[in-house]
């Protein structure tokens, strides 16, 4: 059994113990309403700059007022279709066109092939899912974690903030390189548990949404600031 979060000051905590922390502090994640390949590819592009309840909105709303299979978003007028998207952010015309490529490119692939290509993974998939929009590594990875075909932790911002603060990962000067740091520092101490992994990256992604964040961090409701070298310099 591994040593406890508190018990650690002064030095970097397993990621396992840090996962256990923020389980305990936020119990068991739920896994996420929307799981299928495709359904992510939208989701990714129905909305920018925006919470999670509002991606959420937009997207239920393109369901009930579109429909998400490729030949309903085709189908639509590019003006109806902004329209319908409007709620989700910026540029409600881009995010439209967006999902139009999204739905050329996966009635192209086909679904079916799309979603046997995530499930297996590897490299040909990554490179099949950084041909849609809004999809670079960091998606790439995220879509096979949720297809439980990546042994990733995947971290986004939040989560890499986390990770960077309790000195588990080196900070870099801007995303992209943090992300190539972090999945590089993570890839010989995660487990190879599509569902554990899942969970951690969901957890890690609340802590940094709720408590660790970039500003003004919530250091004295922080299951972690006995380990957090932030907290503590």
């Not at 999809?135 to 879509?143: M, N, T």
């Not at 995303?175 to 990256?201: F, K």
Request: hydrophobic residues 40%; aromatic residues 4%; positive net charge.
């Amino acid at each position: 059994m591994g040593a406890s979060v508190t018990s650690m000051r002064g030095t970097a905590p397993s990621l396992r113990d840090v996962v256990k922390a923020l389980e305990k502090h936020y119990g068991k994640p739920r896994r996420p309403a929307v799981t299928d390949p495709y359904e992510l590819l939208l989701l990714e592009n129905v909305a920018y700059l925006v919470d999670d309840e509002r991606r959420a909105t937009v997207y239920r709303a393109l369901q009930e007022r579109v429909g998400t299979q490729p030949e309903a978003i085709l189908a639509a007028r590019p003006d109806v279709l902004a329209a319908v998207i409007e709620r989700g952010g910026m540029h409600p015309d881009r995010r439209a066109d967006k999902l139009r490529r999204c739905a050329e490119l996966a009635r192209q692939i086909g679904l079916s092939r799309l979603r046997e290509l995530v499930r297996q993974g590897g490299a040909e998939a990554r490179k099949m899912l950084k041909k849609f929009p809004g999809i670079g590594e960091p998606g790439a990875d995220r879509i096979l974690l949720w297809g439980g075909s990546q042994p990733t932790l995947a971290p986004e911002s939040n989560g890499l903030r986390v990770l960077g603060r309790l000195g588990l990962i080196v900070e870099q000067k801007d995303y992209a390189a943090t992300y190539r740091v972090a999945q590089s520092a993570l890839r010989p101490v995660i487990p190879d548990d599509a569902r554990w992994l899942l969970g951690a990256h969901q957890l890690l992604r609340r802590h940094g949404q709720d408590l660790c964040r970039r500003g003004e961090p919530l250091c004295g409701g922080c299951p972690l600031v006995a380990a957090c070298r932030s907290a503590t310099a």
